[in-house]
C-alpha cells in the first residue's frame, strides 16, 4: 500500500478553477492505477476520476467530464486534479486513492481501492 496525502482544496467562486494534488509515499506509486472520488454532506462518496499506472488511459464520471482532468507525474508521485468551470454542486471533500495492478473490478467502483487520503475540502460559492 502506499501513503497519500491531498492538497490544493480551499475555497473557490463558481466559474473558478483549482488544481487538487495527492502526494504518494514509497517507491512503487508506478505500479498503482490512482483515483478521484468525493463526498458532499449527506451524500455517498463518488467516483471522480480514474488514471491507470502509466497514464495512459483515464476515465471521468459524467458529471465531470470536459471540466476535470486527472494527470500524473511518476517522477514526482504525485497525482493531480484540474478542476475548471467549478459549480455549486462541487462542493466536497475529494479523496485520492490508489489501486493495485492485478486488482479485480471496474477502477470506477471504489471497491477496488485499498488506500485512501484524508481528504481535502472544495468550498464553490454562487
Known amino acids: 500500500q502506499v501513503q497519500l496525502v491531498e492538497s490544493g482544496g480551499g475555497l473557490v467562486q463558481a466559474g473558478g478553477s483549482l488544481r487538487l494534488s495527492c502526494a504518494a509515499s514509497?517507491?512503487?506509486?508506478?505500479?498503482?492505477?490512482m483515483g478521484w472520488f468525493r463526498q458532499a454532506p449527506g451524500k455517498e462518496r463518488e467516483f471522480v476520476a480514474t488514471?491507470?499506472?502509466?497514464?495512459?488511459?483515464?476515465y471521468y464520471a459524467d458529471s465531470v467530464k470536459g471540466r476535470f482532468s486527472i494527470s500524473r507525474d511518476n517522477a514526482k508521485n504525485t497525482v493531480y486534479l484540474q478542476m475548471n468551470s467549478l459549480s455549486p454542486e462541487d462542493t466536497a471533500v475529494y479523496y485520492c486513492?490508489?489501486?493495485?495492478?492485478?486488482?479485480?473490478?471496474?477502477?470506477?467502483?471504489?471497491?477496488?481501492?485499498?488506500?485512501w487520503g484524508q481528504g481535502t475540502q472544495v468550498t464553490v460559492s454562487s
Open positions: 486513492a490508489s489501486a493495485p495492478l492485478g486488482h479485480s473490478g471496474s477502477l470506477l467502483h471504489r471497491t477496488v481501492y485499498d488506500s
Open positions: 514509497g517507491r512503487t506509486f508506478g505500479y498503482y492505477h
Open positions: 488514471i491507470t499506472w502509466n497514464g495512459g488511459s483515464t
